[in-house]
């Protein structure tokens, strides 16, 4: 497998907060999924910013073989702008990179369509529900056909039903592009039942504090989360994560 | 009922006051230089209604033209001050200073400068002077207060400096900028009331001329009627920029 992008002994440092992550590295393999969980402020989101090329580190190396408008970034909030309609959202990657409007709105309407949000495109983020802004935010994501897609704790402000709704969609939607997928949660089950491959962090300043790679089929089958190869990877996560926060503390 | 009741009261308690001074008025004998009663303030009203209009209407007249003026010189410095965080360091301690410092005290000076044979010219300036603040510190506030993860979205998909703008700051400011013109659009009535005082010539003929000459002539019906003229004119525009506003959010935000 081909790598897509990667963080190579990367150090943040901020000016007020000091360390905020590092020494870290990750290999991020073209169509996998990977779940990043650590504790809270422990530079999760920094990676992902790093991976997203939106920050560069203070020390250390990132590498990107994705060009401009092939990688997508979900935030925690559904972050769509208010003022406009949730296609003009959708739409508006495609805009911003000069496609023009009549296209980019068909091709926003169809991204709308993927998300189960058919008939939703005249509406302002005002009028839909949390988890429909959230969907309009991945739409808006998966419309450019990005390569890589960095999901920074997206369902965070979700209840527990709407979750797993959107984690079997998120799955069911990487099975038609297979962007690589980079997930950051602090759910070590959201994380076990998304990712192929799970990446611990310690507390801050993060670090890696273990892998675990889980097994199964993607899209996951029904009652996976009650086999033992579920619970087993659970465990092991855990497991990680208690070390990594003994190693911070 | 409820809704009836609450647009009753106020009206019942108002004619309860007028009442009360009407009566207090007339079985004491004050002299209606002194204080008139309601019903002397009515008539004068009525003689002088078409002068109270047009007097009306040229304050009204100067101070949205102030508003206007403000809008334009608010909103634009406050874009170009967004661009560069040293100009908004340079920038801000003088339009603050400006904004502290009364209108009467530059009043003189203004109509120094645009000359003593136009009045109205200087209560324009005076009163955008007095507008300018809330629309350009709405405006730099709104340009500045951008949802950080949308300017990201605007990075990652490499917006261009004028898409930035016209797709992401301006919209994102407007919520501030109308209720920077709604604060203002109250401020330039106020500042051209004042100025016009200070100009203290008839040449503008607004209202505050009116309610100067009936003063120097002891005609105080004639100057109550003026203040309620200026007074019904203020909250008339403040309710239209409170409509303005309302429909504005409405409108940006789909609901």
Same mark, same amino acid.
């Given at each position: 497998?081909?790598?897509?992008?990667?963080?190579?002994?990367?150090?943040?440092?901020?000016p007020?907060?000091?360390?905020?992550?590092?020494?870290?590295?990750?290999n991020?393999?073209?169509?996998?999924?990977?779940?990043?969980?650590?504790?809270?402020?422990?530079?999760?989101?920094?990676?992902?910013?790093?991976?997203?090329?939106?920050?560069?580190?203070?020390?250390?190396?990132?590498?990107?073989?994705?060009? $401009?408008?092939?990688?997508?970034?979900?935030?925690?909030?559904?972050?769509?702008?208010?003022?406009?309609?949730?296609?003009?959202?959708?739409?508006?990657?495609? &805009?911003?990179?000069?496609?023009?409007?009549?296209?980019? $709105?068909?091709?926003?309407?169809?991204?709308?369509?993927?998300?189960?949000?058919?008939?939703?495109?005249?509406?302002?983020?005002?009028?839909?529900?949390?988890?429909?802004?959230?969907?309009?935010?991945?739409?808006?994501?998966?419309?450019?056909?990005?390569k890589?897609?960095?999901?920074?704790?997206?369902?965070?402000?979700?209840?527990?039903?709407?979750?797993?709704?959107?984690?079997?969609?998120?799955?069911?939607?990487?099975?038609?592009?297979?962007?690589?997928?980079?997930?950051?949660?602090?759910?070590? &089950?959201?994380?076990?039942?998304?990712?192929?491959?799970?990446?611990?962090?310690?507390?801050?300043?993060?670090?890696?504090?273990?892998?675990?790679?889980?097994?199964?089929?993607?899209? $996951?089958?029904?009652?996976?989360?009650?086999?033992?190869?579920? $619970?087993?990877?659970?465990?092991?996560?855990s497991?990680?994560?208690?070390?990594?926060?003994?190693?911070?503390? | 009922?409820?809704?009836?009741?609450?647009?009753?009261?106020?009206?019942?308690?108002?004619?309860?006051?007028?009442?009360?001074?009407?009566?207090?008025?007339?079985?004491?004998?004050?002299?209606?230089?002194?204080?008139?009663?309601?019903?002397?303030?009515?008539?004068?009203?009525?003689?002088?209604?078409?002068?109270?209009?047009?007097? #009306?209407?040229?304050?009204?007249?100067?101070?949205?033209?102030?508003?206007?003026?403000?809008?334009?010189?608010?909103?634009?410095?406050?874009?170009?001050v967004?661009?560069?965080?040293?100009?908004?360091?340079?920038?801000?301690?003088?339009?603050?200073?400006?904004?502290?410092?009364?209108?009467?005290?530059?009043?003189?000076?203004?109509?120094?400068?645009m000359?003593?044979?136009?009045?109205?010219?200087?209560?324009?300036?005076?009163?955008?002077?007095?507008?300018?603040?809330?629309?350009?510190?709405?405006?730099?506030?709104?340009?500045?207060?951008?949802?950080?993860?949308?300017?990201?979205?605007?990075?990652?998909?490499?917006?261009?400096?004028?898409?930035?703008?016209f797709?992401?700051?301006?919209?994102?400011?407007?919520?501030?900028?109308?209720?920077?013109?709604?604060?203002?659009?109250?401020?330039?009535?106020?500042?051209?009331?004042?100025?016009?005082?200070?100009?203290?010539?008839?040449?503008?003929?607004?209202?505050?001329?009116?309610?100067?000459?009936?003063?120097?002539?002891?005609?105080t019906?004639?100057?109550?009627?003026?203040?309620?003229?200026?007074?019904?004119?203020?909250?008339g525009?403040?309710?239209?920029?409170?409509?303005?506003?309302?429909? #504005?959010?409405?409108w940006?935000?789909?609901?």
């Open positions: 497998m081909t790598s897509i992008a990667s963080l190579n002994s990367v150090e943040v440092d901020y007020a907060r000091g360390r905020a992550l590092g020494p870290f590295s990750i991020l393999a073209s169509g996998e999924i990977v779940a990043l969980v650590g504790p809270s402020g422990c530079g999760k989101s920094t990676a992902l910013r790093l991976l997203a090329g939106l920050e560069s580190p203070t020390r250390g190396e990132v590498q990107r073989t994705a060009a $401009r408008g092939e990688t997508a970034v979900v935030f925690q909030a559904a972050t769509l702008a208010p003022w406009m309609s949730a296609s003009a959202n959708v739409a508006l990657p495609l &805009e911003l990179a000069g496609v023009n409007r009549t296209e980019s $709105r068909a091709r926003a309407r169809a991204a709308l369509a993927r998300v189960g949000l058919a008939g939703a495109e005249a509406a302002r983020p005002a009028q839909l529900s949390g988890g429909m802004a959230m969907r309009a935010s991945l739409a808006r994501a998966l419309v450019t056909e990005p890589i897609l960095l999901l920074d704790e997206p369902f965070a402000a979700l209840d527990e039903i709407t979750r797993r709704a959107l984690a079997d969609d998120v799955l069911t939607l990487w099975t038609e592009t297979r962007p690589a997928i980079v997930f950051v949660t602090h759910n070590v &089950e959201e994380a076990v039942y998304m990712a192929s491959r799970v990446v611990v962090m310690t507390g801050a300043p993060g670090r890696s504090a273990g892998e675990t790679s889980i097994e199964g089929p993607v899209p $996951r089958p029904d009652g996976f989360r009650t086999t033992a190869l579920f $619970r087993d990877a659970v465990e092991a996560v497991a990680n994560l208690g070390r990594g926060m003994a190693a911070a503390a | 009922m409820n809704a009836l009741r609450d647009a009753v009261a106020p009206l019942l308690f108002v004619g309860f006051l007028l009442a009360v001074w009407e009566t207090a008025c007339r079985l004491n004998h004050v002299p209606e230089y002194f204080l008139p009663p309601p019903s002397a303030i009515a008539a004068a009203l009525a003689a002088n209604l078409g002068i109270l209009a047009s007097s #009306g209407g040229r304050t009204l007249a100067m101070a949205m033209e102030a508003l206007a003026a403000a809008a334009l010189f608010g909103g634009g410095l406050a874009l170009i967004t661009l560069s965080r040293t100009l908004e360091q340079a920038i801000r301690p003088l339009a603050t200073a400006l904004q502290v410092t009364p209108v009467v005290a530059i009043a003189p000076l203004v109509v120094i400068w000359g003593v044979d136009h009045p109205d010219r200087a209560i324009i300036v005076l009163a955008a002077i007095v507008a300018f603040f809330p629309i350009f510190s709405g405006t730099v506030r709104g340009l500045t207060s951008v949802d950080p993860d949308l300017e990201r979205l605007f990075d990652l998909y490499g917006a261009r400096p004028v898409q930035r703008l797709r992401l700051r301006l919209p994102s400011a407007l919520p501030f900028v109308i209720e920077g013109a709604k604060v203002a659009s109250g401020l330039s009535i106020i500042g051209a009331v004042v100025a016009e005082f200070v100009a203290g010539s008839g040449g503008a003929q607004g209202l505050a001329w009116r309610i100067l000459e009936a003063g120097n002539r002891l005609q019906a004639k100057m109550f009627a003026a203040i309620m003229t200026l007074a019904l004119m203020a909250a525009v403040h309710l239209m920029f409170q409509f303005l506003e309302q429909r #504005g959010l409405k940006w935000r789909g609901r």
